[in-house]
């Protein structure tokens, strides 16, 4: 694709990232047919092949508006088109750099800014999404029958064994599965004790980062990574093998801290080692000998998966927790279209309602097809989106083995 960007950005390292992706795209527009905004709307401006263009006229110095703003936002960021792309276009970095320049040029409405701003300083923060999460509990009976399933009730985390193996690895707590799901890192380190493994969860990490990252704040994303990083830095001295990833959404981001950070000179060597480090609980567990977790006397579980677009588009991991369940017996379910994003997306389910309730509905007809015991999920996000409106229940897969 010929360019010709602005002089105020020409010679930047931003204009020079961006002028190299957009010269990958040769606009043939295989992305639309896997990208889930252009299948519900039909409009080449809310696929990644118009959204490409649209950041590409506000390069060259157009100046964006409100129309541009919305098309931005309608992506999920789900990355399928770049699954899909034969020419290996980083859509991703294209759509960092178009919603920040985006966001500078094109003021929101009042009610816009206050409930990114409210997401931002209270989903990241454990303590404060858990009183706001305690205050929906109570108020629940109140509430329209369509909300009363985003407050499910509280299930207790259950055992985490002392730390006693030679192997360690630390495991990202979060901020948002702390409080909705505590029994997913537990069940991991549970999982991985009987490997021989020792989970540890380090004070002072938390959340990634990735959801300011998506919101455009990126010095506040930053910030997050550095403080995780800083926490982390001394087990990763005294020998931990890797970083854990219990929430795929979490792990894309995290994987990605050497590419966001390399212009830090105190942080750029040690955030590419961090995400060299990171692994997917899903890449952890197919590289161990699993006949410890096979169980004696357990009837086959009929299970569909829901494979995250973090997981298998963001990190290309496509196929790897089918492989861990159908090892240990699990049958597995057929379920259609599994390329495409069930309108989770992070945030993407409280700013875009509309088309996230739309691709909800979808995903969880072509889930619940095979009539599966259970549905399992590798995303907190995805967990707490599917299971809004899903009759099977939704689990996270670690939580079926351990």
Known sequence: MQTALAKEIQNTELGREADAVLHQCVHCGFCNATCPTYQLLGDELDGPRGRIYLIKQVLEGHAPGRRTQQHLDRCLTCLSCETTCPSGVRYRELLDIGRDLVAQKVPRPARERLKRWWLRRVLPHPERFAFWYRLGRLTRPLLPRTLKRVFPAREPAGAWPAARHTRRMLVLTGCVQPVLAPAINAAAARVLDRLGISLIATAGAGCCGALSHHLSAPFDALDYARRNIDAWWPAIEEGCEAIVMTASGCGVHVKDYGRLLRGDPAYAEKAKHIAELTKDLSEILT????????????AAIKVAYHAPCTLQHGQGLSGAVETVLESLGFILTPVAEP?????????????EPRLSRQLLKRK???????RPEVIATANIGCL???????????????????
């Open 384 to 402: 707490a989106h599917l299971n809004t409106q899903s009759t099977v229940p939704v689990r996270h897969w670690i939580e079926l083995l351990g």
């Open 287 to 298: 590289r161990e000998d699993l006949s410890s977790l096979k169980p004696a006397n357990r």
């Open 339 to 351: 390329h495409l994003c069930c309108g989770s997306a992070g945030t993407y389910s409280l700013l």
């Open 364 to 370: 969880l007809k072509a889930l619940q097809a095979g």
